[in-house]
């Protein structure tokens, strides 16, 4: 199994942004995609989780509003998109599975299987 994000880089406050997180070797269309995001020095946090078998989305309390999962299943993509950037929003970005749900429907990364590597936002001013 293997994710790979990318999209992420300098943005400017207020600014928009997508992220992408490309999946193989893995069968995407029942599992359910999570992203989550660490920011220096804090611990890592879900954001938003996205049932492919459905196109359910779920995304986190502290997240709504301004951030949207979405997906494209012949592409093997998930997508999370950023809307008006705030400097909290500067944090490593990640992308993970979940064949269940549970943990990427509560944010809980623990629970979460395969992860990427990660894609870089930096919000500036």
Not at 3 to 23: A, D
Not at 33 to 43: E, H, L, N, V
Not at 85 to 101: I, K
Request: hydrophobic content about 35%; charged content about 25%.
């Amino acid at each position: 199994v293997q994710l790979v994000e990318s999209g992420g880089g300098l943005v400017q406050v207020g600014g928009s942004l997508r992220l992408s997180c490309v999946v193989s070797g893995f069968t995407l269309k029942d599992a359910y995609i999570g992203w989550f995001r660490q920011a220096p020095g804090k611990d890592r946090e879900g954001v938003a989780c996205i049932s492919i078998s459905d196109g359910s989305t779920y995304i986190q309390d502290s997240m709504k509003g301004r951030f949207d999962i979405s997906s494209d299943d012949d592409r093997h993509t998930v997508y999370l998109d950023i809307f008006k950037v705030e400097p909290e929003d500067t944090a490593d970005y990640y992308c993970a599975t979940d064949p269940l749900g549970v943990s990427c429907l509560r944010g809980n990364w623990i629970g979460m299987n395969d992860w990427g590597k990660g894609t870089r936002v930096t919000a500036s001013t």
